[in-house]
């Protein structure tokens, strides 16, 4: 139900397609994650926006996703199908963050002339000062967030129109915004979206400058569906999983698919699935929210669970979804080397199917981090230290009875005279030397 065929497939080849769905919950980024994308664009991050992809850059951002979608689309005309490929970057940035200097990332704080009070507060005074937050205001550029322009262009058509036009940005046509020679700007109908068309290959610059008080607020596009999904009960043995589903519609419900790929070690039971509607004013019931489950168990060290739940939150309501789950016991070579910090949950992606004209649009919740049952991984140590303790003392004790031959005190003391020996060892060094000084008298 979540996902389905994009692009243009015969009726042939439908029956013929399988559906491959994979997770990882956590990856370390690195600057080798950009590269292989870098690769596929046609300027190879060396001119047009992909200039701007810098990993050290992109990777400190407070959030940021990449995504390559790949689906054939066949012309009218009966000629061959191609393959189109969108690649898509998003980045949430922290202005004050993205313009510090690489050499000097250390934060300090600001001047005091440099900061800006508020003096609406009871207790502002000359020596007390409450900042006011002035991200949504600060003035920026390519060059200052980026740490490089835009340099050059690289177009994808050569038509004149939208897809030709590479910077776009949301903002208020009555702000001012700079922009380095050559750059054909576009303002849209609307009053709050603009495009720059750039030309040659010259570098691209853009400045943002601090807003006027007179100049209306770029509105912003409310979301479809909230979502948050946290764990919930306690111990090592079971928990639960609950996702808070809001609708922000004041007039319209909103209809979805939520589906959940769990690892093999969370065992759901799904008897325990439960939709509770906190807005009690609301016209439906809460046994018609779910309109469709699909519920996949999973098989031990094999494949984890697919749940997948169409339901539907009524408008200006929050519906809170949750089960059960049992926590199953690991191997002990299954843990990874940070045991204790947890295994990372993938997280849920719902699909939004409302309007039925509009495309499906996917979200996706934060992942979560599960803590198993773990054993103390310094038993092992310790049972090998005295095991080897042990095993030593035991070789030892019996190589000796076996090599070594033990005989009377008596014995020993007829066969071996200590004293008897020394005396010979005595007369023959002094023999030797008595023999050596006639020899030299001899000489003289």
């Not at 719902?350 to 979200?363: A, G, V």
């Amino acid at each position: 139900m979540s996902f389905q065929p994009s692009g243009h497939h015969s009726n042939s080849t439908i029956p013929n397609l399988h559906l491959l769905h994979g997770t990882l919950p956590r990856e370390p980024v690195c600057t080798e994650n950009l590269t292989p994308f870098l690769k596929l664009l046609p300027c190879k991050g060396k001119a047009g926006i992909s200039s701007l992809l810098d990993g050290h850059k992109l990777f400190d951002a407070s959030w940021q996703s990449m995504a390559i979608d790949v689906r054939p689309v066949c012309p009218e005309n009966g000629s061959e199908c191609i393959l189109e490929i969108d690649l898509t970057v998003d980045m949430v940035l922290d202005i004050e963050r993205s313009k510090r200097h690489r050499d000097n990332p250390i934060p300090r704080p600001r001047p005091v002339e440099d900061l800006i009070c508020d003096g609406s507060k009871p207790y502002a005074a000359d020596d007390l000062c409450y900042p006011l937050d002035s991200a949504f205001d600060q003035p920026w550029s390519l060059s200052e967030v980026f740490g490089r322009p835009i340099k050059g262009s690289c177009p994808l058509t050569e038509d004149y129109g939208e897809d030709s036009e590479a910077v776009c940005m949301n903002v208020s046509n009555e702000r001012e915004v700079y922009t380095s020679s050559g750059a054909i700007e576009h303002r849209y109908p609307g009053g709050f979206f603009r495009c720059y068309k750039l030309t040659g290959d010259a570098e691209f610059d853009l400045v943002v400058p601090k807003s006027q008080p007179d100049v209306p607020i770029t509105p912003l596009d409310h979301p479809r569906l909230y979502a948050e999904r946290s764990f919930t009960g306690h111990g090592q043995e079971r928990g639960g999983v609950q996702t808070l589903l809001t609708n922000p519609s004041p007039d319209s419900a909103v209809e979805f698919v939520y589906l959940e790929s769990l690892p093999w070690f969370m065992k759901t039971y799904l008897h325990t699935l439960r939709v509770k509607l906190d807005n009690k004013g609301a016209s439906s019931d809460e046994d018609s929210l779910i309109k469709e489950i699909y519920y996949r168990p999973a098989l031990d060290r094999r494949r984890g669970t697919q749940l997948e739940v169409r339901m539907l939150v009524p408008a200006a309501s929050t519906v809170t979804l949750s089960y059960d789950f049992e926590k199953a016991v690991l191997r002990y070579t299954e843990y990874p080397p940070d045991a204790n910090r947890g295994f990372d949950v993938a997280p849920a992606i719902i699909k939004i199917t409302t309007p039925p004209d509009s495309p499906p649009l996917y979200i996706r919740t934060t992942s979560l981090l599960l803590a198993l049952p773990t054993p103390d991984f310094s038993m092992p140590y310790n049972v090998i230290i005295l095991t080897s303790t042990v095993m030593a003392l035991a070789f030892g004790s019996i190589f000796n009875l076996l090599v070594r031959r033990f005989v009377g005190a008596d014995e020993a003391g007829a066969r071996w005279d200590l004293r008897a020996l020394k005396g010979r060892v005595v007369g023959l060094v002094g023999k030797l030397r008595r023999e050596r000084v006639g020899t030299e008298a001899k000489d003289k």
